[in-house]
Structure formats: structure tokens, C-alpha cells
């Protein structure tokens, strides 16, 4: 099981930037349209917002204990890019 659809252990929120439009964000979207269900279903009390706005680069903050927060870049990934960036994000603490 992918670390992302198991117990986040210290991670306070989960935000993805993403524009609705954009080539670059392609893969963001993918994600989370293929990913968001089964994410949420292991980690209810998991903040996961998702923002999409016009022109804006893809992106992912993670928010952990004591107020620390972490951004990666998401542009132009595949969807499996994608989801290592992320565990790598959420293991960062």
C-alpha cells in the first residue's frame, strides 16, 4: 500500500495547487481525481484541500506538528512522480 494511503502519522493538512486548465498540471489532476477517495478513506481526520485557480503551478504543502510546512514544486510530473514526491514530502518531518 502506497505510503500516502496509509496513516499519516504527524501531518497536520495536506494542501494541492493546481490550475483547472493548464498541461502542466495534468498530472496533479490525474492524481488526484484517481487517488483523492481512497486517501481521504484511510486518513478521515486528514485536512486534504484542494485548490485550483487559474495559472497557477502545481504544488503540494504539508503541514506538520508545531506549525512546520513544507512545499514541493508539482509541475510538468506524472502521476507517479507525483506520488513519491509526495511520500517523500510527508516523510520529510
Known amino acids: 500500500m502506497s505510503a500516502l494511503k496509509s496513516q499519516?502519522?504527524?501531518l497536520k493538512e495536506l494542501?494541492?495547487?493546481?490550475?483547472?486548465?493548464s498541461p502542466s498540471s495534468r498530472?496533479?489532476?490525474e492524481f488526484v481525481a484517481k487517488n483523492y477517495l481512497n486517501i481521504k478513506k484511510a486518513n478521515p481526520e486528514l485536512p486534504i484541500l484542494i485548490?485550483?485557480?487559474?495559472?497557477?503551478?502545481a504544488r503540494a504543502f504539508a503541514r506538520f506538528d508545531k506549525g512546520v510546512e513544507r512545499k514541493v514544486t508539482l509541475q510538468n510530473a506524472s502521476e507517479k512522480d507525483i506520488e513519491n514526491t509526495?511520500?517523500?514530502?510527508?516523510?520529510?518531518?
Open 8 to 10: 499519516l502519522k504527524g
Open 15 to 21: 494542501r494541492l495547487h493546481f490550475c483547472q486548465t
Open 27 to 29: 498530472g496533479l489532476r
Open 51 to 57: 485548490r485550483e485557480a487559474n495559472g497557477i503551478e
Open 86 to 93: 509526495l511520500a517523500q514530502l510527508i516523510k520529510s518531518n
